[in-house]
């Protein structure tokens, strides 16, 4: 389970959270049309909210049986972990819209989630590499954060295969991004 600990790990401190997001989420499209029911809000609200590629150590992600999402698990194999993204400005109301959209196969818990400054740190020539020495300091300084995540209640109905989400992207994301397919009722 995550260290919750605030000392290592970086929380806003605005009245807003974190979320990570590993599946459908993960789309700035279907996050927006399950918060705002538009899945292209107006910049004022766009930004406000940063999504960034981060992982979740501890946890595997499965395709949910018979599903076009993906559920997590807590997995203590070695190495297990989670790709996803990590986005801000996450508003009680939000929180509202996302909860209701999860329904009862979720359990939200907060966790520590790792940010991948990969994309952030610019390339290195041949005679830029780094020591031994090097590598072990920028693994101690790897930036944190505290997010809400969604855990499967069921691993029974999970299929042992990965969730991919470009294969999601491509197929079936246009179905997840319409503002009627969240909910059907008066938006609160």
């Known amino acids: 389970m995550a260290d919750n600990s605030a000392d ?50 501890g946890f595997t992600r499965h395709r949910v049986q018979n599903q076009e999402y993906p559920g997590i698990i807590e997995d203590d194999t070695p190495g297990a972990c989670v790709r996803g993204m990590l986005v801000s400005g996450v508003t009680d109301g939000n929180q509202h819209h996302l909860d209701f959209f999860e329904g009862s196969e979720y359990e939200r818990r907060t966790v520590e989630v790792v940010l991948d400054a990969a994309g952030d740190e610019p ?24 997010a809400q995540v969604y855990v499967f209640k069921y691993p029974d109905l999970l299929e042992r295969r990965e969730w991919d989400f470009e294969e999601f992207r491509r197929e079936k994301m ?13 938006f609160a």
């Open 123 to 146: 390339k290195k020539t041949e005679t830029e590499t780094e020591t031994e020495k090097d590598k072990d300091a920028a693994e101690t300084k790897k930036e944190t954060a505290m």
């Open 8 to 57: 290592t790990a970086t929380a806003p401190s605005d009245g807003t959270s974190h979320g990570f997001f590993y599946g459908t989420l993960m789309a700035p499209e279907v996050f927006f049309t399950v918060c705002y029911r538009d899945g292209r809000p107006p910049a004022a609200i766009a930004n406000g909210h940063v999504f960034r590629s981060a992982v979740l150590p």
């Open 174 to 186: 246009h179905k997840w991004s319409r503002a009627e397919y969240t909910f059907a009722g008066p």
